[in-house]
């Protein structure tokens, strides 16, 4: 079945670093693509989507290119702040209303300064 | 902007108990959610719920889970007799007339069972 795989974390970065978190699929169809961000003692917020290949997704200097050829949806982000600091989540759904999302474990990314 | 809110955000149960864990989606949303997560796992579907009846679900949603939209404002979930392995975060989340084209999910209840 579809799935998602996200990199292991914690991934610990000091202010104004860059950052890549990377997220790869198996899906049937052509799915759409999200990242998901969980800031602490809050719900799950959506970053940014992409909803076919080539698309990029855009939000707060997140970044993330759906790439067909290699099944990936990496998230990127060129310089991290503290109140970066969250739960990443990368997932993805089919194109029909209402379809579940499918999340990968979550990636922890801790931001000192 | 509107949020989706979770009650209890905590709940502390023991085995065989029902528990119910309630959601208020956003107002004018027609697609209702739940997920869960055990500690240290994915984050996993477990039933979506539109025009008052369950559209999909998981292999996870057995008999022991069931979901009720009562008064065209809550949106619950009952467990009828936790498991150990029930103890997650379960979180609840909304979507509009477009589907899942983007979730509104709330801060979650965390369920331990003892």
């Known amino acids: 079945g579809d799935s998602v795989t996200q990199m292991e974390g914690p991934v610990t970065l000091s202010e104004e670093a860059f950052l890549t978190i990377n997220c790869t699929y198996t899906a049937t169809g052509y799915p759409s693509l999200f990242w998901y961000v969980q800031y602490p003692g809050e719900g799950l917020q959506l970053l940014l989507k992409a909803t076919k290949a080539d698309d990029k997704g855009s939000n707060k200097g997140f970044e993330a290119t759906y790439r067909k050829e290699t099944t990936s949806f990496h998230l990127e982000k060129g310089s991290v702040q503290v109140s970066d600091s969250a739960v990443y989540f990368c997932?993805?759904?089919?194109?029909?209303?209402?379809?579940?999302?499918?999340f990968g474990k979550g990636t922890t990314l801790s931001v000192s300064s | 902007e509107p949020e989706v809110t979770q009650t209890p955000s905590h709940q502390v149960t023991q085995m065989g108990q029902e528990v119910i864990l309630r959601c208020v989606p956003i107002?004018?949303?027609?697609?209702f959610y739940w997920y869960r997560q055990i500690l240290g796992q994915k984050v996993e579907f477990l039933v979506s719920?539109?025009?008052?009846?369950?559209?999909?679900k998981s292999e996870i949603f057995d008999d022991q889970f069931s979901v009720e939209r009562p008064d065209g404002s809550n949106f619950t979930l009952k467990i009828r007799s936790t498991k150990l392995e029930d103890s997650a975060m379960y979180f609840c989340a909304s979507s509009g007339a477009a589907g899942n084209e983007k979730l509104f999910f709330g801060s979650g209840t965390q369920l331990s069972v003892l």
């Open positions: 719920f539109y025009n008052n009846e369950i559209s999909e």
């Open positions: 997932a993805l759904s089919g194109n029909q209303a209402g379809t579940a999302l499918i």
């Open positions: 107002s004018n949303h027609l697609y």
